[in-house]
């Protein structure tokens, strides 16, 4: 029996394969895509070497289900390029999915994305819009809001904003997306009737073969309560005076969007276990846990591999979640992007096990490469800092000190703490990155 995560370069997001099962009953789980340029150089030719390696010939290579944790481009962007090639007549590889478990933003907020549109004011919507065209459907109206608050990159103040303004950005994918899942075969949210995949205290864990696996995330209590807000909020802007897109969305926004839509699974088999978190928050998922009955109040579990949620962002992420959650494999997906994986998550991970335990580090990218990139945008966001600053001298919001390789980079860290840089393992970009939990996967 094997249990293995595969992990594969995905620039600043996500693209994982679960394998499970047995060499005469192989199973496998797709888990995020990545953004652009990752189908192509990498989850491809992955596929491509999996088919070949099961000696599958003609036959397509199952695949029990593609999972997209939440509408978010560095996670949705791989797997449509993904569907886009299968919807042609001869895709370089072959899959027979049997379904995609995915919770797209209308089901989330139990409307049509048209009403949340419509709080912003018709004008302002227009003048969003590129070029006001004319019938321009209502999620590419969002999405145009969304894009143009990316380029006014004052407007987005901190990470929780930039991140829900990308999943309203995305909102178009998500529509492709089902309409692709559609057309290939994929049953929507098969083991969950098709509705919602979210953690309910009466939820039951769903087995695939002998895998079992608990939703931690996102929490029904939680998404009920948004859905109430979300309620409030379209009629008070019926009632309000418009609002440019950029206020109106910020008003909206509440850190919730991006907080609450992504889906968190325990998977677990031969007593061995796999925490997948998405972009979740680590106060979320401890109380997804909880909720779960997985985690005694205050207590610790351990797990053999963690996803660090958020690409190892330090956005709402505490001590006290390495602390809780244990593991042996700790995974950190992300090129430096967005300052991803932020050092300060990292010291919190060595500040709860110390580096004399027994745990592995695995990284997507060089350090070197991951640095490169966090100064770039550290620099980028101070220079964003100081431009509001000259135009609201006032403001109170600091503006952060000139980048440190001492004090700031990932290299620095490890140098100085020579134990935790030797756990530290690089997904070759030309070879499988499998954790093995179970027995060794040749793939």
């Known amino acids: 029996m094997f249990f293995s995560l595969d992990v594969l370069r995905a620039r600043k997001g996500d693209c994982l394969m679960l394998h499970f099962g047995s060499e005469q009953d192989p199973h496998l789980i797709l888990i995020d895509g990545g953004p652009s340029d990752v189908y192509e150089p990498f989850l491809k030719p992955r596929l491509q ?14 695949v029990d289900v593609v999972m997209v944790s939440h509408v978010d481009d560095d996670h949705i962007k791989g797997i449509l390029d993904l569907t886009r090639e299968q919807r042609t007549n001869s895709p370089d590889v072959r899959l027979a999915v049997t379904s995609l478990w995915h919770n797209s933003f209308d089901d989330l907020l139990k409307t049509k994305p048209d009403q949340l549109v419509a709080g912003f004011g018709v004008a302002s919507v227009e003048a969003t819009a ?12 969002l999405a145009s809001i969304g894009q143009s608050m990316l380029r006014d990159e004052t407007a987005i103040e901190n990470e929780d904003m930039h991140q829900t303004v990308e ?7 998500g529509r492709t997306l089902r309409d692709d899942a559609k057309a290939l075969g994929w049953k929507p949210n098969h083991k969950f009737k098709g509705k919602l995949i979210l953690a309910a205290e009466t939820a039951k864990p769903v087995t695939l073969g002998d895998l079992t696996i608990t939703v931690v995330g996102p929490m029904q209590p939680e998404l009920l309560a ?3 807000e979300h309620d409030k909020w379209l009629r008070a802007q019926k009632e309000k005076k418009k609002k440019s897109p950029e206020a109106a969305l910020a008003a909206f926004v509440d850190e919730s969007i991006p907080n609450l839509s992504s889906i968190v699974v325990l998977a677990e088999l031969g007593g061995k276990t796999m925490l997948l978190t998405g972009d979740a928050r680590g106060d979320k998922i401890l109380e997804g846990m909880e909720q779960a009955g997985l985690l005694k109040a205050g207590g610790k579990k ?35 992007e967005h300052g991803n994986p932020e050092r300060a998550t990292l010291e919190m991970l060595l500040q709860a096990r110390g580096a004399d335990a027994d745990y592995t580090i695995h990284l997507t990218y060089p350090v070197e490469e991951i640095d490169i990139a966090r100064q770039a945008d550290w620099e980028k966001e101070q220079a964003k800092e100081k431009a509001r600053k000259k135009k609201n001298p006032a403001s109170k919001k600091p503006v952060r000190e000139n980048w440190s390789p001492a004090k700031h980079s990932l290299a620095a860290l490890f140098k100085n703490n020579p134990k935790l840089a030797g756990k530290v393992v690089i ?9 093995d939990l179970l027995k060794p996967l040749d793939l």
């Open 130 to 141: 590129a070029g006001g065209e004319a019938g321009l459907d209502s999620g590419s109206v």
């Open 167 to 173: 999943v309203l950005s995305s909102i178009p994918q």
């Open 302 to 336: 351990h797990v053999d591999l963690l996803k660090v949620p958020h690409h190892g962002s330090d956005n709402n992420m505490e001590t006290i979640f390495f602390n809780r959650l244990p593991a042996d494999h700790y995974v950190f997906s992300g090129d430096g």
């Open 226 to 228: 948004l859905q109430e």
């Open 427 to 435: 997904v070759d970009p030309d070879k499988p990155h499998l954790i």
């Open 49 to 62: 070497k999996i088919h070949e390696t099961r000696d599958l010939g003609e036959e397509a290579l199952p």
